[in-house]
């Protein structure tokens, strides 16, 4: 199963809700393309609930850093939501649970970007 994800707007917040999986090849380019399409059309602040995703590689891990980078550049912030036990251990592993903004509850999370 490759990658799925739906794009809705919540206030000033890009909700990008993602199922699947997030690896080398067509997941990778998938979620590269719609990163660049929302900061292209200046949604700046985006939200990627990952709580459907089953499994990412280190090519996903390596896109949700570039992702991240991205949208710093463009003066805008990346936050994850809803990470599954799997994603949460690997982001531990890798020391990038510090770099990521996470949230468990989309509320918090969209109420998150009006104050930073």
Not at 3 to 28: F, H, N, P, W, Y
Not at 40 to 67: Q, R, W
Not at 78 to 84: A, E, G, Q, S
Request: neutral net charge; glycine residues 8%; contains cysteine.
């Amino acid at each position: 199963m490759s990658l799925k994800a739906t794009v809705r707007q919540v206030d000033s917040v890009t909700v990008v809700d993602m199922s699947g999986r997030i690896t080398l090849g067509e997941g990778c380019s998938q979620m590269r393309g719609l990163i660049r399409e929302q900061i292209a059309k200046g949604n700046k602040n985006l939200l990627l609930n990952l709580g459907d995703v089953t499994y990412i590689d280190s090519s996903g891990i390596g896109e949700l850093v570039s992702a991240f980078t991205a949208v710093s550049n463009q003066g805008g912030a990346l936050k994850l939501l809803n990470l599954t036990k799997k994603v949460h251990d690997l982001l531990q592993i890798t020391k990038l649970y510090t770099v990521f903004d996470v949230h468990d509850d989309e509320a918090k999370a969209v109420a998150s970007f009006n104050r930073s």
